[in-house]
């Protein structure tokens, strides 16, 4: 099959030293040093807060003019080791929404104090499982890593230990004509798009200041986007992230009708319970309107079961902040498999540079009328 080049190999190639950086939640500093190099090329200082997020800024021309928060965050889900067994098995907690499911018989790295190491999950002998031990799946506690450690304290020399971070392990590739696949594409799809905003804004005249954040810790409850909006207290946010998409052979439209391939999605209402949001309207009309006059397909989202993102948390931040998210869909969320379109990642791309230059004094203004 003859897989046609596509005109973002600009960005791809980042996105997939994103996905390949380990980051669970707490632990996402190489991911952290990766986007405060590729943010200081376009901005005019990055800093980073005690928690680990990171702050690019970039200056616009009115010196009181608004500030735009553009956020992603860096954080992936994963597993943390509890405990070393004296046979030297870890045993293991979930950061994130990890269901067990996905993690019987897959190849995890274990991100030791010195090097990363290759981990199994394992399991008992086919042969040996009762019928009902083939079909049902067993709880996290149940679950075991084995990274080849004679007894706990070879698993030590390794340079594993309590609280150890532990990602899924699988490589980024391409698949069908338009498509990627990879662990973590939630959120460092996110992160490449903000990247890829930061560097494409770079060179226009603005009257907004921009601060790119990556946070931390958001699929532990949206912790980084917290401080970090009290920190920047912007006039207007984007948050770019992801959306679980559905089109395949299980999934109802009913249930969820976001389908790859038809343009990044923004939220109007997402979930009703806590760390929910619904989007400004004015912020989101506008991107509708951007979308329309751009050409740039666009979905929208309601309440699509069980989602949130760092906008649960923006948006609520000290006066309150008129936040609209970017979300670029994928299949098998939350797996080492996530898959997502490049032709939505390029379009959510476009969507927020052409979108940015609109949130000016007159806009601000506007949100209050
Ligand atoms: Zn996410």
């Not at 391409?174 to 939630?186: N, P």
């Not at 009913?254 to 989007?279: K, N």
Request: net charge negative; hydrophobic share 40%.
């Amino acid at each position: 099959m003859t897989i046609e080049v596509n005109p973002m190999s600009d960005w791809l190639d980042l996105l997939r030293k994103l996905c390949a950086t380990p980051g669970v939640s707490g632990f996402e500093d190489k991911v952290a040093t990766l986007v405060s190099a590729e943010l200081r090329k376009e901005v005019d200082s990055v800093q980073k807060d005690q928690m680990g997020n990171i702050f690019g800024t970039r200056r616009g021309l009115s010196k009181n003019g608004p500030t735009i928060m553009v956020t992603a965050h860096m954080d992936e889900v994963g597993l943390i080791v509890k405990h070393i067994e004296e046979t030297g098995f870890l045993r293991v907690q979930k950061l994130g929404g990890v269901p067990e499911v996905v993690l019987q018989g897959q190849r995890v790295v274990v991100c030791g104090r010195r090097e990363s190491l290759p981990g199994l999950v394992g399991q008992k002998p086919a042969h040996i499982m009762s019928e009902t031990e083939r079909k049902t799946i067993g709880s996290i506690d149940d679950l075991y890593v084995d990274i080849g450690a004679a007894n706990r304290k070879e698993a030590e020399e390794f340079g594993v230990e309590i609280g150890t971070p532990i990602t899924f392990d699988r490589e980024f590739c391409r698949i069908g004509k338009e498509f990627v696949t990879s662990k973590a594409i939630d959120n460092r799809v996110g992160v490449t798009a903000m990247l890829q905003v930061a560097k494409q804004l770079a060179q226009k005249d603005l009257e907004s200041t921009i601060c790119y954040v990556g946070t931390v810790q958001e699929e532990v409850g949206l912790r980084g986007a917290r401080v970090a909006t009290e920190r920047v207290r912007p006039d207007v946010a984007l948050v770019l992230d992801g959306l679980h998409a559905g089109g395949t052979p299980d999934v109802a439209d009913r249930v969820l009708p976001m389908r790859l391939g038809r343009g990044p999605a923004v939220t109007i209402a997402g979930s009703s319970q806590l760390h929910g949001f619904i989007a400004n309207r004015r912020l989101r009309e506008c991107i509708a309107q951007v979308a329309g006059t751009e050409g740039i397909p666009l979905q929208h989202n309601v309440g699509i079961a069980s989602g949130v993102s760092d906008s649960g948390a923006v948006h609520l931040a000290g006066k309150g902040v008129a936040t609209s998210d970017i979300l670029v869909v994928r299949r098998y969320s939350h797996s080492p498999i996530e898959m997502v379109s490049l032709s939505d990642i390029e379009n959510a791309i476009r969507l927020a540079v052409k979108v940015i230059p609109h949130l000016d004094s007159t806009f601000i203004k506007s949100l209050e009328e």
